[in-house]
């Protein structure tokens, strides 16, 4: 009975020790930083779209979203990091995705209960001291479904919320882009 119980041991020792050289991690605890970056410079992003202070939105995510996830001071000044986090908003498309159907006796009407948006965007990461890249997509892709009110009461108090939510998921697949280098 001692016997089998010591093998078990110490297959479950192979097994743990197995996991320690492969490379194996969980998501958002790798960083392919350089150990010199202790302080993330995050500006303003650009906005080349005609979206009304997405460039806000997004860039007060993106500090959010480092300070919560990751071991990084940020300061808002480029001057200010030892790397630096630069953006431009460069499309945002807003489609229909699911409608519903109001039928009274003499019309019918669709409207819209869940909106596709698909934002381009150009991301960079470089380190201050060495003027490295250390991340760049010219074509970073985030696109995302989110529900619409239907009540035309709650409606038009839903713009600002779902900006927020929309920046806060942008900022998170951002983060880990970044951070991760994936």
């Known amino acids: 009975m001692r016997h089998g119980r010591c093998i078990n041991l110490v ?17 958002g605890h790798f960083s392919t930083m350089p150990k010199s970056v202790h302080v993330i410079a995050v500006p303003a992003m650009e906005n080349k779209t005609s979206t009304y202070r997405v460039e806000q939105k997004l860039t007060a995510a993106t500090i959010h ?9 940020v300061v808002s000044d480029a001057n200010g990091g030892d790397a630096v986090l630069t953006g431009k908003v ?3 498309e807003v489609v229909p995705l699911l409608f519903q159907t109001t ?9 819209a209960t869940a909106m596709l948006v ?12 060495t003027e490295k890249v250390l991340y760049h997509n010219a074509n970073f892709v985030f696109r995302n479904e989110y ?12 713009g600002d919320p ?5 920046a806060q998921d942008f900022a ?6 970044v951070t991760e280098n994936f």
């Open 11 to 27: 297959g479950v020792a192979i097994l743990a020790l197995s996991f320690c050289g492969c490379g194996y991690h969980t998501a």
């Open 65 to 73: 979203e480092l300070l919560a996830k990751t071991k990084y001071r």
């Open 90 to 92: 460069l499309k945002m």
């Open 103 to 111: 039928t009274t006796a003499t019309t019918s009407t669709a409207q």
């Open 118 to 129: 698909t934002m381009t965007c150009e991301v960079t990461l470089t380190d201050k001291a």
């Open 147 to 158: 529900q619409l009110s239907t009540d035309v009461r709650n409606f038009f108090q839903e």
């Open 162 to 166: 779902a900006m927020d939510r929309m």
């Open 172 to 177: 998170a697949r951002l983060v880990a882009a």
